[in-house]
């Protein structure tokens, strides 16, 4: 028996995940979707870039990606766009950026000098990554947790970014971590435990500002951006310390609830 009228339905569901209408839909309902490929392609082609050896870019591509990241959901969520077809899109763009570009960028930089133990860690890291992904996904209709609202264990963008902190020393000129693979190897792999972990992590929908203080979080912001455009991986490598102290505060204050 042919499969066309099952490939026909399947086709039919498609369309009606991305747009409802099969004749015609809003192009602003695909705007979040080509967010996600735009972020997609960054984190694809950093793995180019890593083979040419060219790691400021391939670095620059996946920050690109992981600022992305955050754009495609809340666009969704705004044009009432959002779908199960984009949300597995995006998850399966978080994999490859977040997932396997960073796994491979850490393997070429550092890893390739220890292949057999590098390569554990790498797949150590992309699997931590993966589950994290899945278990984001079985959850995300789950009601919110209690109290403040937060992320359980490290988002897999915080992840690769994590991830990328031995890059970001090296390249700042800080510290020559491609001299010491075994302890960036065990470094990645407690990247991918905090991914995994149930360690509460910070969300953006817990912060509030007060109003007679937005003038001076909007100045900060400026002085962030400012210190990226002229000492990016500095800033970047100095943002990864102060997230980890966060998640070492975090992980202290939960400590009774693991006895």
Same mark, same amino acid.
């Given at each position: 028996?042919?499969?066309?009228?099952?490939?026909?339905?399947?086709d039919?569901?498609?369309?009606d995940?991305?747009?409802g209408?099969?004749?015609?839909?809003?192009?602003?309902s695909?705007?979040p979707?080509?967010?996600?490929?735009?972020?997609?392609?960054a984190?694809?082609?950093?793995?180019?870039y890593v083979?040419?050896?060219?790691?400021?870019?391939?670095?620059a591509?996946?920050?690109?990606?992981a600022l992305?990241d955050?754009?495609d959901?809340l666009?969704?969520?705004?044009?009432?766009?959002?779908s199960?077809?984009?949300?597995?899109?995006?998850?399966l763009?978080d994999?490859?950026?977040f997932?396997v570009?960073?796994?491979i960028?850490i393997?070429?930089f550092t =890893?390739?000098?220890? +292949?057999?133990?590098?390569w554990?860690f790498?797949? $150590?890291y992309? %699997?931590?990554?993966? /589950? #994290?992904?899945a278990?984001?996904?079985?959850?995300?209709?789950?009601?919110?947790p209690?109290?403040v609202?937060?992320?359980?264990?490290v988002?897999?963008p915080?992840?690769?970014?994590?991830?990328l902190?031995p890059?970001?020393?090296?390249?700042?000129?800080?510290?020559?971590?491609?001299?010491?693979p075994i302890?960036v190897a065990?470094?990645?792999?407690?990247v991918?435990?905090l991914?995994?972990?149930?360690v509460p992590?910070?969300?953006p929908?817990a912060?509030?500002?007060?109003r007679?203080?937005?003038i001076?979080?909007?100045?900060g912001?400026?002085?962030?951006?400012?210190? =990226?455009?002229t000492? +990016?991986?500095?800033?970047?490598?100095l943002?990864? $310390?102060?997230? %980890?102290?966060?998640? /070492? #505060?975090?992980?202290w204050?939960?400590r009774?609830?693991?006895?």
């Amino acid at each position: 028996m042919s499969d066309e009228p099952q490939n026909e339905c399947e086709d039919a569901a498609l369309e009606d995940e991305i747009g409802g209408d099969r004749v015609s839909m809003p192009i602003l309902s695909l705007l979040p979707n080509l967010v996600t490929l735009i972020g997609l392609s960054a984190g694809l082609t950093s793995i180019r870039y890593v083979l040419q050896e060219n790691y400021q870019v391939a670095a620059a591509l996946l920050v690109v990606a992981a600022l992305i990241d955050g754009l495609d959901g809340l666009l969704a969520r705004k044009l009432n766009a959002a779908s199960h077809f984009g949300a597995e899109l995006d998850s399966l763009s978080d994999f490859l950026c977040f997932g396997v570009a960073p796994g491979i960028f850490i393997y070429h930089f550092t =890893l390739h000098s220890v +292949p057999g133990l590098g390569w554990v860690f790498v797949l $150590v890291y992309a %699997l931590s990554a993966c /589950l #994290r992904l899945a278990r984001f996904n079985v959850s995300r209709n789950a009601p919110a947790p209690q109290g403040v609202a937060h992320f359980v264990g490290v988002p897999a963008p915080a992840g690769a970014m994590l991830a990328l902190f031995p890059v970001f020393l090296a390249l700042a000129g800080w510290f020559e971590t491609r001299e010491w693979p075994i302890l960036v190897a065990i470094y990645l792999g407690g990247v991918g435990v905090l991914m995994i972990s149930r360690v509460p992590t910070p969300s953006p929908k817990a912060i509030n500002v007060p109003r007679n203080r937005a003038i001076w979080v909007l100045m900060g912001v400026a002085v962030v951006v400012g210190a =990226l455009a002229t000492r +990016p991986w500095a800033v970047l490598a100095l943002l990864c $310390v102060i997230y %980890l102290a966060v998640l /070492l #505060r975090q992980a202290w204050a939960r400590r009774s609830t693991w006895r």
